[in-house]
Nanobody, 129 residues
Framework: QVLLVESGGGLVQAGDSLRLSCTASGRTFSTDAMGWFRQAPGKEREFVAAIRWSGGNTYYANSVKGRFTISTDNAKNTLYLQMNSLKPEDTAVYYC??????????????????????WGQGTQVTVSS
């Protein structure tokens, strides 16, 4: 089992920045990739960003590309999402997720929520205009 705990959400104004953190514990040695997803009220959960846990490949939704940066600190078992130039449409509950087994599906192995095995409880991000 892998336990994921997010932090760093809050209420900010448009144009501000926030950094989300997701700390993993448990069987973290099996983690192959981690990602951030978000869900706004009345909408489905959507992909935001993902990263290969061992480093290298990163993936972003078009809506956040150039504004958000995903990164990891493997020594701390922590995933980050630096969010700059926030917009009201970024308002959502943000969830981190971990995929604990290799995947042979290309980009979908990072962007598709169904391939992730563990999820955090979520942290609220609200951006006012």
């Amino acid at each position: 089992q892998v336990l994921l705990v997010e932090s760093g959400g809050g209420l900010v104004q448009a144009g501000d920045s926030l950094r989300l953190s997701c700390t993993a514990s448990g069987r973290t040695f099996s983690t192959d990739a981690m990602g951030w997803f978000r869900q706004a009220p009345g909408k489905e959960r959507e992909f935001v960003a993902a990263i290969r846990w061992s480093g290298g490949n990163t993936y972003y939704a078009n809506s956040v590309k150039g504004r958000f940066t995903i990164s990891t600190d493997n020594a701390k078992n922590t995933l980050y999402l630096q969010m700059n130039s926030l917009k009201p449409e970024d308002t959502a509950v943000y969830y981190c997720a971990a995929r604990s087994r290799p995947c042979l599906g290309g980009t979908g192995c990072y962007t598709n929520a169904v391939v992730y095995h563990y999820w955090g409880q979520g942290t609220q991000v609200t951006v006012s205009s």
